[in-house]
């Protein structure tokens, strides 16, 4: 269906990357004031690519991939930057032209699989009308590509499920008929919104093979949005930290977390638990996350930064050594980050 | 669901059964039958002969039991003024009524739910705004006032509508109904309009609640990156949950238009029970009162089931905790 993705030859030979975002900018206008949620973030992914986007709440992971689905709604809006897919830039596309490539070409799956589905409709209907918004088939092809897509995510009697309602689904199995959705018109680029957040932790585990599974299967690029970097580590090629709307590092997982450079990745490494050594305490990193609308001056993090200066009052710029970018007046130097 | 539905017809036949005795009680023990029926210059011999034709010199269960054998049969005895049995009258009277309150509700749903979605999907448009603030008004507004206005206006100072009678009918299944007439359908206008006014207030209002309670949620979100197209997101995905409540508002609001339409009906001199009844209650004609307040309990019953039943496949929630 969709000879892109998973044609290996078309994969290689174009260069060009799938997803290509510039100086991305989201506002929020509300009654105390304008919020900068988004600040010129900009990172690229290749077809078949997974992207760890990670921060604490409130960082903007949200946003930023709800902006490349084009649903950034009143309070807010994209006021600068691109986001180039395939080529096209989706900030200009008309609602129209944005609706026939959602679902199609770019996927999203949410965080609380309780909530995602509608309440009122069987999971065939919520299935068949996603199948038939994008291509004009039969209701019982449809419906057939609905059970097969149940099947693939492991769901099983599919035939069976397929006339349930979500009440009738464990959160699990309601986040597996969301990813089923979401893989249904094979697209190029899924962008998952913490979907194992509010799952336990063995089914967290089973739902991440799986979507790995499925989208190295397929060829689909992926953006997994997280709060904890230890989920990133064994998924994603690159990562993508935030704070305060903006990618203070940016570069290949295994060297982030080996040898991270700006101090927020620091801070958060210290407070993933499985990689401390036994005996360290777990060390928060203190303070709250800034609101958009009393953003800090210069560096955002600065409040919460035991090593903040008179220069980080000054926005720093992204800083880029080979693909390893940060941005932090006094990053952390390789022997530094070793000895620590 | 089967056994549910069962347990909710039992339930419904006991609801009724109970009213029987309290529509009893309040007519035959709490006043006073005897002045009622027989005139304060009758004889003796007369007063036994009408208190021993009515059985009210048997004690109270078994004058409780033949009332209650009646109302199975549908028997409450002759209307004092018509000459008729009660039922019979009423029931003359019913279509009346029903194609002013169906009227009312058509309309009420018709104006009000697609104000409702426009003011919940555009809470800050000038127009949604105008509406909300005019749906108090709709509110506040005491409906006898508003049919006096709309007849003073539309009837006697514009001259447009009729403002009393049903007009011209035709029969259909036997029965008369003004719909069918361009003449009775401008005698329907005013007490439907009269009717409508604080439906429609009320249906917006809880259409435009309903929107903006929906429209954050997760399911929306998700349904919209499905690329699902605005119409069906708004008529499926919205409207569905929407319905829930609606559904119960305009059983309620159905059942009260035919109970309550003693006010519209007694000002627009429109024919329908509501008028019979406060014409039989000035006379105290007994028959029809008891026949009256038995057919209201039975039509607010059967309502109240069919809400319940829509409620159950609106809402597939609700449907399992019944199975
Ligand atoms: N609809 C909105 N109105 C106002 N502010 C918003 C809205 N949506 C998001 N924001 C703000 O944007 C910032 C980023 O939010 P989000 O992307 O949801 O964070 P997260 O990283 O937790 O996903 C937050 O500070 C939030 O307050
Ligand atoms: S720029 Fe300054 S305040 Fe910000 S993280 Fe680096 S040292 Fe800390
Ligand atoms: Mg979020």
Not at chain 1, 143 to 172: C, K, M, N, T, W
Not at chain 1, 192 to 216: G, R, Y
Not at chain 1, 302 to 321: E, K, M, V, Y
Not at chain 1, 330 to 335: A, D, F, K, T
Request: charged share 20%.
């Amino acid at each position: 269906m969709n000879g892109f993705a998973s044609d290996p030859k078309t994969m290689h030979s174009s260069s060009r990357a799938l997803l290509d975002v510039r100086g991305l900018k989201v506002k929020f206008k509300t009654n105390r004031g304008e919020g900068t949620a988004i600040n010129d973030v900009s990172f690229t992914l290749r077809r078949g690519e997974v992207l760890g986007l990670v921060g604490e709440s409130g960082s903007g992971k949200s946003v930023t991939g709800m902006s490349l689905m084009g649903l950034i709604e009143n309070p807010g809006r994209i006021c600068g930057g691109q986001i180039l897919f395939d080529g096209i830039d989706l900030a200009k596309l008309s609602d129209l032209e944005m609706e026939r490539l959602r679902g199609k070409r770019i996927a999203m799956i949410f965080q609380d699989p309780m909530m995602t589905l509608n309440p009122v409709l069987r999971i065939s209907t919520q299935m068949i009308e996603t199948v038939r918004a994008h291509d004009d088939v039969t209701l019982v092809e449809a419906r057939r590509r609905a059970r097969d897509a149940l099947g693939q995510v492991g769901i099983p009697r599919p035939e069976e499920r397929l006339d349930a309602y979500p009440h009738e689904f464990s959160g699990g199995m309601r986040q597996r008929v969301a990813i089923a959705i979401a893989l249904l018109h094979k697209p190029d680029l899924i962008i998952a919104d913490e979907p194992t957040t509010a799952l336990d932790v063995t089914i967290q585990a089973q739902i991440l093979s799986e979507v790995q599974k499925l989208t190295s299967e397929y060829g689909t690029a992926l953006i997994w949005i997280t709060h904890d970097l230890s989920i990133v580590c064994g998924l994603a090629d690159n990562v993508a930290v935030m704070y305060g709307g903006q990618i203070v590092e940016y570069g290949p997982v295994a060297e982030v977390i080996r040898s991270p450079r700006h101090r927020y990745t620091d801070g958060l490494l210290n407070s993933v638990p499985s990689r401390n050594r036994r005996g360290d305490r777990l060390r928060q990193i203190s303070g709250f996350a800034p609101s958009i609308f009393s953003m800090p001056q210069g560096c955002a993090f600065r409040p919460r930064c035991s090593f903040a200066d008179d220069a980080c009052h000054q926005t720093p710029p992204l800083a880029t050594h080979g693909n390893h970018a940060h941005r932090c007046w006094h990053p952390i130097s390789s022997r530094e980050g070793l000895g620590s | 669901m089967t056994t549910w539905l069962a347990q909710r017809l039992v339930q419904s036949v006991f609801v009724v059964l109970v009213m029987t005795a309290i529509v009893f009680v309040g007519v035959n023990v709490i006043g006073d039958p005897v002045s009622i029926l027989i005139s304060p210059d009758a004889n003796q011999q007369e007063r036994a002969r009408i208190v021993a034709e009515f059985g009210l010199d048997q004690p109270l269960w078994s004058q409780y039991l033949s009332f209650l054998k009646g109302t199975l049969q549908g028997n409450f005895g002759n209307s004092f003024v018509y000459g008729m049995p009660a039922l019979q009258v009423i029931l003359s009277r019913m279509p009346a009524t029903m194609e002013l309150a169906i009227a009312a509700i058509l309309l009420s749903v018709l104006i009000g739910v697609p104000l409702g979605l426009y003011a919940g999907l555009r809470p800050h448009s000038f127009f949604a705004k105008f509406m909300m603030a005019g749906s108090i008004l709709g509110f506040s507004v005491p409906l006898f006032w508003l049919a006096l206005i709309l007849i003073m206006f539309f009837s006697v100072y514009l001259g447009w509508l009729p403002a009393s009678g049903r007009g011209q009918t035709v029969d259909f299944l036997g029965i008369g109904w003004s719909f069918f007439t361009w003449d009775g359908l401008s005698h329907l206008c005013l007490p439907v309009l009269t009717l409508s006014i604080f439906k429609i207030s009320l249906i917006m209002r809880m259409v435009r609640a309903g929107v903006r309670e929906v429209l954050p949620q997760e399911y929306i979100k998700f349904a919209r990156a499905k690329g699902l197209s605005r119409q069906r997101l708004l008529y499926v995905h919205v409207l569905k949950n929407i319905m829930i409540p609606v559904v119960t508002i305009i059983g309620l609001e159905f059942g009260s238009l035919i109970a309550f339409s003693v006010v519209t009906e007694s000002i627009f001199s429109w024919p329908g029970m509501g008028k019979l009844i406060i014409d039989s209650i000035n006379v105290l004609d007994r028959p029809m009162i008891v026949a009256y307040l038995m057919i209201i309990v039975f039509i607010f019953v059967t309502i109240n089931l069919i809400v319940d039943i829509l409620y159950t496949t609106l809402d597939p929630r609700v449907r399992l905790s019944r199975d």
